[in-house]
C-alpha cells in the first residue's frame, strides 16, 4: 500500500505483481505542502504531516478488512501512523534508520539559513517524537546499534530488531572481460537525494581539484537518475560526466577503476558500498559512508575523513594497480560471507513468524 510519486515508473509495478497485490495512492503535493505550513509550530516532524492524507487512511483500513492480514510492516515513520491503530494485529514499524541522526547531519551541511532552519526544526521534533512513537509499536526495525544509540531514547527501547539490507551478490558481480577505462571514478546514487547531491558536489569542489593537482587525467561519472541543477551543473568540468537515469549501472561500475563514496550526511547503510563492494572495486569512502557496514580500513576498501586525505587515498590507487586487485578481492569476499540478502532476509522472515505466534 503505498503513494505513488510523480516519478513513478509503471515498470515497478511490473516486477511487483507477480509476488503482491499493490494499492496505490496518487501523492497529492499540494495538500502534503499545506500540511507542512499549517503543522510547521506544532509538535509532529514534518515528514509525519506531508504524508497524511484521509485518503490512505480509508485505503489501509479497508485493505486492512477485506485481506485480514497477519501482520502489519510499515516502512518509515510517515507510514507507521497508518497501522498504529490496528492493535490486534502485530505491527512492525521499519524505522530502518534513525531519522534524528540524519536530519541533525543535513542541517550541519544545509547550503543557507532557510534550509537550515527547516532541517533544524525537523530535528528537534525527531529528538522528542522518534523514540516515543517507535515504543508503540510491536517491533521496531532497525540497521545498527548505531541508530539504536541515536534515537533519544529514555527508558531505552525494549523492542528493536537489528535487520540491515543485503545485496544480490550475482547480480552484482565483476566482469574480468571489461576493459577499465585509466583514472575512472565512479559515484552511484539518485542524483536528487540531498545526501548523494551533497557528497557529489563535495567530492567535485573540494576532493577532485587536489586529485587533479597528482592525477590530471582523472574521469569522475556521477551515474544515477533525476539529477538536481546542482549536480548537472558539474558536468561542466570536461573532467565530470553526469550520466542520469542509465539502462544499467553496473556497465559504469565494471569500466571504473575506482569507486568513491564521499559522503558526509547519512544515517543507516548504504547500497552503493555494498554494491561496489560486491564487484569488486576498490573504493575510498567516509567514515560516515561505512557505517553499520564495519568492513575493515585497509583490508576491504580505504577510509579517509577530510578532502586531503580522501584526495590523497584516490590517487593512491589509481597509481597501484596491485593494491586495487588486492582490496577488491577481499571486498568480494567480504559481501559473499557478511552481506547476503539470504543472510538477512531468513533471520527477518523467523522475526516475524515468532512475533505473530506469540
Keep these: 500500500i503505498t503513494f505513488k510519486e510523480r516519478s513513478h515508473d509503471p515498470a515497478w509495478d511490473a516486477q511487483l505483481q507477480p509476488y503482491c497485490n499493490i494499492y496505490s495512492l496518487p501523492e497529492n503535493r499540494l495538500r502534503a505542502y499545506t500540511n ?68 541533525k547531519r543535513l542541517a550541519e551541511h544545509a547550503k543557507n539559513w532557510i534550509q537550515r532552519l527547516f532541517l533544524s526544526t525537523e530535528h528537534r521534533k525527531l529528538v522528542k517524537f522518534e523514540a516515543e512513537f517507535a515504543r508503540r509499536f510491536d517491533q521496531v526495525m532497525l540497521i545498527s546499534p548505531r541508530d539504536l544509540k541515536a534515537v533519544n531514547a529514555n527508558p531505552p527501547l525494549e523492542n528493536v530488531f537489528f535487520n540491515p539490507h543485503g545485496v544480490d551478490y550475482e547480480y ?5 572481460t571489461v576493459s577499465k577505462e585509466e583514472n575512472s571514478l565512479v559515484f ?42 546542482e549536480i548537472v551543473a558539474l558536468a561542466n568540468d570536461p573532467a565530470i560526466t553526469v550520466t542520469g537515469k542509465v539502462p544499467d549501472l553496473r556497465d559504469y561500475m565494471r569500466r571504473a577503476t575506482v569507486a568513491i563514496a564521499p559522503m558526509r550526511i547519512t544515517a543507516g547503510l548504504l547500497n552503493k558500498v555494498l554494491e561496489a563492494l560486491s564487484m569488486e572495486l576498490p573504493m575510498v569512502v567516509t567514515p560516515q559512508a561505512n557505517e553499520g557496514i564495519d568492513a575493515v580500513d585497509g583490508e576491504h576498501l580505504i577510509i579517509a575523513d577530510s578532502a586531503q586525505d580522501f584526495a590523497a587515498e584516490v590517487v593512491h590507487l589509481l597509481d597501484n594497480p596491485e593494491k586495487r586487485s588486492e582490496l577488491g578481492t577481499e571486498a568480494r569476499k567480504f559481501i559473499q560471507n557478511k552481506w547476503s540478502w539470504e543472510a538477512h532476509l531468513k533471520e527477518l522472515e523467523q522475526s516475524f513468524n515468532n512475533l505473530v505466534e506469540s
Design 36 to 103: 507542512c505550513a499549517i503543522g510547521f509550530f506544532d509538535s509532529l516532524p514534518l515528514q509525519v504531516h506531508y504524508s497524511h492524507d484521509p485518503a490512505m487512511v480509508s485505503l489501509v483500513n479497508r485493505v486492512v478488512e477485506e485481506t485480514k492480514p497477519d501482520l502489519l510492516y510499515a516502512h518509515y515513520l510517515r507510514m507507521g501512523r497508518y497501522v498504529l491503530p490496528h492493535t490486534q494485529i502485530p505491527r512492525v514499524l521499519a524505522m530502518q534508520l534513525s531519522m534524528t541522526l540524519n536530519y
Design 172 to 176: 552484482f558481480s565483476p566482469d574480468h
Design 188 to 229: 552511484t546514487g539518485n542524483m536528487n537525494y540531498r545526501p548523494n547531491v551533497d557528497g557529489a558536489i563535495y567530492f567535485c569542489e573540494e576532493i577532485l581539484p587536489l586529485i587533479k593537482e597528482k592525477m590530471p587525467t582523472v574521469q569522475v561519472y556521477l551515474v544515477g537518475t533525476n539529477p538536481t541543477s
